[in-house]
């Protein structure tokens, strides 16, 4: 590039001298050491931060340049911070910066802290920040109190009626114990348990009715705050509603549960009886069938009687005449008992 500006300085020079063809040059480069010297140090802004009373060096802008940092983004914020009177020097917002902090909202957060008479130094400002919460928020939630509402808790009172609760617990940030601090869901967490455990302790749910801000005062009493980044101030029921009477409902489950047992007990001994007269009728069939085999073997018993002369002719006549006598006994008793009704047809 330097030779190209030279032949056309000669080119010109031809005409008009060497001079002018040196001068040509000297601008040239004049020009090209001004475009650098832009490049690396904004100088709108160090005539800013000079017109703001802020004394930041050429040296301290070509640095951040060189560490690929945007001046303007710790320039500014530092020009707000003396403008409002806080002692925070150029280096401070370097390393959070660094560090991946966010400056403008910490410088922002240290102002209104400032102005609200809250103490908040920026150490603790910048570890907030660096934690991962909107420190800005935090001092803007500890002047204007924030209000948390909780989804509807359910709850038993000993009567077993049930109760649907809902609260709106009013917090304001404890920058104190930010850091490591629990969050909203804790808060909710906890009141939640609070409102189950007032009902459930409560002997009727109209006492819970006619007192709602029983609940409240059992709630605050237990210090739920505690280990949170947040101070509880109030505790709102803002509505109450009857719902399901679990007790009835569990009664009646159990009295289907017995009655279902019971069922199937008698089930149990129905199959055992007719199991029994099942048995019961194989063994008459058995016996009823050893019986017809035994009266088989009468006659053959005395046909062999008759021919070894065990029983005598007079002896088995007599044995018919018992027996005819035993049948016209019988007959007798059948004619002499009452006769049934007839059955009427329709």
Not at 47 to 58: M, Q, Y
Not at 104 to 109: G, H, L, Q, S, Y
Request: contains cysteine; hydrophobic residues 50%; charged residues 25%.
């Amino acid at each position: 590039m330097m030779e190209s500006l030279l032949a056309l300085a000669r080119s010109y020079g031809s005409y008009g001298g060497d001079s002018a063809a040196w001068i040509i040059v000297i601008l040239v480069v004049a020009l090209i050491a001004i475009l650098v010297f832009l490049r690396f140090v904004p100088l709108g802004l160090w005539i800013t931060s000079l017109a703001a009373g802020v004394h930041v060096s050429i040296a301290s802008l070509v640095g951040m340049r060189l560490r690929r940092i945007q001046p303007k983004r710790l320039v500014e914020p530092l020009i707000k911070a003396r403008k409002a009177g806080l002692n925070v020097t150029l280096p401070q917002l370097e390393t959070h910066y660094l560090a991946g902090g966010n400056v403008d909202r910490v410088i922002n957060a240290l102002i209104a802290a400032q102005r609200s008479s809250i103490e908040l130094p920026f150490e603790k400002a910048c570890a907030i920040d660096l934690a991962g919460r909107d420190v800005l928020q935090a001092v803007q939630m500890s002047v204007t109190p924030k209000v948390i509402e909780t989804p509807v808790v359910a709850a038993i009172a000993k009567d077993g009626i049930e109760l649907r609760a809902k609260a709106r617990v009013t917090v304001r940030t404890n920058i104190e114990r930010l850091v490591g601090g629990a969050g909203e869901e804790t808060i909710i967490a906890r009141v939640g348990e609070g409102i189950v455990t007032t009902v459930g302790s409560s002997d009727t749910h109209k006492a819970v009715l006619e007192n709602p801000d029983s609940i409240s005062r059992t709630v605050l009493s237990k210090g739920l705050d505690a280990g949170t980044a947040y101070e509880i101030l109030s505790i709102d029921i803002a509505d109450v509603d009857v719902g399901r009477n679990v007790g009835a409902q569990l009664m009646m489950d159990q009295a289907e549960a017995d009655r279902r047992i019971a069922q199937a007990r008698a089930e149990e001994r129905r199959a055992m009886a007719v199991a029994h007269e099942q048995e019961m009728k194989a063994s008459v069939q058995e016996m009823r069938a050893r019986v017809v085999e035994a009266e088989a073997e009468v006659p053959k018993a005395m046909a062999a009687a008759l021919r070894e002369g065990k029983l005598g002719v007079m002896d088995y006549f007599q044995m018919k005449n018992v027996e005819a006598d035993t049948t016209m006994r019988e007959g007798i008793a059948k004619a002499a008992a009452p006769a049934s009704a007839p059955v009427e047809k329709k």
